[in-house]
């Protein structure tokens, strides 16, 4: 589909060798959320399917009809984001443009924000937080600003064109500006804001569709460009949070990318070889010291990498050709395979709890 070609930094991979992956014992949604797994199922493109699955992780069952068992409705199309933040989980869904906001205790729905603007669906993509304020990207060119106790829609910050991931550092936000509806012509530019005014102060140049971004332990800024996936390579850049200049470029390919402690994940897809890897980056060093950390084997289609300090675990999303349910592969922090979980359509992000 255009939208994934577009806008999914992490791809379709060749299986290079297959676990016989045994079927999980269908549980319901549990009444307090601890000792398991949220995973945000994104379903596919404008069918409406997106699902929330919860992995028991003492006795290992699964329920893929979470948010349904929980609100007597549907979570919508394409749910691309989740995060919690203080006693509350934040469910971002792009094509239904809705923000679902769930209790952190007992997944119980507290309120659902409806995401259009003059009649017009924004698209939100990406969610993070500062303060009491909520941070959300639309595709219509704006973050949209929320107030975490009303859980309201307070202000929209302009910014780039098809803005996807965000960070914080140093007191700023910053705005990957992909431009990706406009493809070929897509955007170079990560916006700067400032969170004391809301207001944005400057655009950094970085390279061709900015996507992921990514803060270390040390508050420097890093953003990967996906260049055109075919002559311009994928990038990341390291982004000088004091003075907001793009200060180095590394020269291997990273699509994707997620912090673990000191480290980050970096993944990447190779269109020539139809191949997938994940490396571990030292922040520290600024050296990819590992760059096949996590072996692809038994992972067919990689769609997102979490790491949980909650549990010291990495988890791969692979969601398994696209039209089929999919998977999620539990690894250790030392990228040791444990287990696989069979959960909903196309799973793409974690959330952990004890």
């Not at 980050?264 to 490396?279: C, E, F, H, K, V």
């Not at 549990?311 to 444990?338: M, P, Q």
């Amino acid at each position: 589909m255009i939208f994934r070609v577009l806008f999914i930094s992490i791809l379709a991979v060749t299986v290079l060798g297959c676990k016989k992956k045994k079927p999980d014992t269908e549980t319901p949604a549990p009444t307090t959320l601890s000792h398991g797994l949220l995973v945000l199922n994104e379903g596919l493109f404008n069918h409406n399917n997106s699902s929330l699955s919860w992995i028991n992780t003492n006795d290992h069952t699964i329920g893929n009809s979470f948010f349904e068992e929980k609100t007597n409705r549907g979570l919508g199309d394409t749910g691309n984001d989740l995060k919690r933040y203080g006693g509350k989980i934040y469910v971002v869904v792009n094509i239904s443009s809705t923000v679902e906001i769930l209790d952190a205790i007992t997944g119980n729905s507290l309120q659902q924000i409806s995401m259009i603007h003059n009649g017009t669906p924004k698209q939100p993509r990406s969610i993070t937080f500062y303060g009491s304020k909520a941070y959300v990207t639309c595709y219509d060119g704006y973050v949209d600003v929320i107030d975490t106790l009303s859980l309201s829609v307070t202000q929209r910050i302009a910014v780039g064109s098809n803005p996807e991931g965000l960070a914080v550092s140093n007191g700023k936000l910053y705005v990957a500006n992909s431009g990706g509806l406009n493809y070929p012509n897509v955007d170079s530019t990560v916006s700067v804001v400032d969170l004391t005014t809301h207001q944005e102060i400057q655009r950094i140049t970085v390279g061709n569709n900015p996507g992921s971004l990514c803060v270390d332990s040390e508050g420097d800024v890093y953003v990967i460009s996906r260049g055109n996936y075919s002559t311009i390579p994928s990038r990341m850049h390291r982004i000088n949070p004091v003075n907001d200049t793009k200060e180095f470029t590394f020269s291997f390919d990273a699509s994707g990318m997620t912090r673990m402690n000191d480290k980050l994940l970096i993944s990447y897809y190779d269109y020539t070889t139809s191949t997938s890897q994940i490396g571990l980056f030292d922040a520290l060093t600024e050296q990819l010291s590992i760059p096949n950390y996590i072996s692809m084997a038994g992972i067919t289609t990689l769609y997102g990498v979490t790491y949980s300090s909650v549990t010291d675990k990495i988890y791969c999303a692979d969601a398994n050709g696209f039209s089929n349910t999919g998977f999620l592969h539990l690894f250790s922090s030392a990228g040791v395979f444990e287990r696989t979980y069979n959960v909903g359509l196309n799973p793409s992000k974690v959330l952990a709890f004890e």
